[in-house]
């Protein structure tokens, strides 16, 4: 057998399993299961997560069995040519049925491994998968005739099994037919920075934002409504805008478009201190926003 004609053999093999895997049900593996009962553990581990690299390492070692009797996937695990076999055979079989692979699988968690067993699985990332890998192949080696055949296609039925849990899954979208708030934050933003007009504009969205985030509370927003105007002692206003609640003031909110310097810092000291001490605000926070 050629190169080609195995790899064409590798492809064949796990597609014939998976053929055979949608003929079964769970209670064809009733004297699997009430005799090594810990089966059905060791192939959730190994299956049913989102790493894919020690299922298939275990593939490629099944398909490596059907190719040579003679392999030992525990003692030589590249001694089926593992990248060959997968990349060039396995991939194409599972693609073809939608099961969830890589391109090489078992390369990424046993790269030029020859042992597979518990040091190899040691601090593997699920190890409880790279732990059911070894199990699980130990008993595959362990086993002979019909017992094996049985483990083999119990695990094509258990992969299967996984795979349309996958495929009925339902994702919940949102609606498309309108912009996502995201597009909607940038393009509000977009449009407060580049049209400021003198800062009217920012200072009336800012004000609509906070008064939104208030809605179903008893805070109160001032300012927004009104055109811009300097925090100073003639104005009476504490900020350009701020909220209260209760007659209390809670925050104070400076929208600029320019840049903040030490200058326009201490103007908003000088008008909180020339508010005099019967609006208290000296002790609220000041936000800048710019």
């Given amino acids: 057998m050629n190169v080609s004609e195995r790899n064409e053999d590798a492809k064949y093999y796990v597609n014939a399993k998976l053929l055979r895997a949608e003929t079964l049900q769970e209670s064809d593996f009733h004297d699997l299961l009430t005799g090594t009962p810990e ?27 059907h190719i040579n009797s003679e392999y030992e996937p525990l003692n030589d695990f590249y001694g089926c040519n593992p990248r060959a076999i997968f990349e060039e055979g396995i991939w194409y079989a599972l693609t073809e049925k939608g099961i969830p692979c890589g391109k090489s699988d078992p390369l990424n968690v046993a790269k030029n491994i020859s042992q597979l067993n518990e040091a190899w699985a040691k601090g593997k990332r699920p190890e409880a998968a790279a732990g059911a890998a070894v199990s699980f192949l130990r008993m595959v080696m362990e086993s002979k005739g019909k017992q094996r ?15 349309q849990q996958l495929h009925q899954q339902v994702v919940a979208t949102t609606s498309t037919a309108g912009e996502s708030t995201r597009q909607i934050a940038g393009k509000l933003a977009t449009f407060c920075v580049e049209y400021p007009e003198a800062g009217n504009v920012p200072q009336f969205v800012i ?11 008893t805070i109160t927003v001032h300012g927004g409504d009104e055109s811009v105007f ?24 400076e929208v600029t478009v320019k840049k903040i310097n030490l200058k326009r810092l201490d103007d908003c000291i000088d008008t909180l201190q020339g508010l005099g001490s019967n609006i208290k605000v000296k002790e609220k926070p000041l936000i800048l926003l710019i």
């Fill in 39 to 65: 089966v059905r553990n060791l192939l959730t581990n190994l299956i049913e997560i989102h790493a894919k690299g020690f299922r298939g390492v275990v593939l490629t070692a099944l398909v490596g069995i």
């Fill in 149 to 163: 055949a049985s483990l083999i296609d119990y695990f094509f039925f258990r992969l299967l099994c996984y795979t």
């Fill in 207 to 217: 004000a609509k934002l906070l008064a939104s985030l208030s809605a179903d509370s």
């Fill in 230 to 253: 300097g925090t100073n002692t003639t104005s009476k206003k504490p900020a350009d805008i701020w909220t209260g609640q209760s007659g209390e003031i809670l925050n104070l909110y």
